[in-house]
């Protein structure tokens, strides 16, 4: 959402049709991604391709808001997305390297 909210932001505030296409492209997808993740976690499963899309997604904007966050040294919006995406990067980095979500066994 912070993502896909900060496209929309940043095009209607400066005009910026690269924030646009960048967060709202980027936030589709992550919304595509968490969407599988989250449809295999309800039927008890992992679901691989939307863990690794998120984990590609995040990693990128860590990498890419990393580098603007230390050219220009604005915590708003580069240095604030950098550090989420850089968290949620090693919380899904986490999740491949346990083997995903873990269910416990049903008991009745």
Avoid at 22 to 48: D, P, Q
């Amino acid at each position: 959402m912070i993502v896909f909210c900060g496209g929309i932001i940043g095009f209607l505030r400066k005009g910026s049709t690269t924030s646009l296409a960048g967060g709202v492209g980027t936030g589709l997808l992550l919304f595509l991604a968490s969407y599988l993740t989250l449809s295999a976690f309800h039927k008890r499963k992992n679901s691989w391709f939307g863990l690794l899309l998120e984990t590609v997604i995040a990693a990128t904007l860590t990498w890419v808001m990393g580098q603007r966050f230390a050219e220009t040294s604005k915590i708003m919006p580069a240095g604030v997305v950098a550090g989420i995406s850089g968290v949620m990067t090693a919380f899904y980095l986490y999740k491949i390297v346990t083997g995903g979500n873990h269910f416990p066994a049903k008991t009745e």
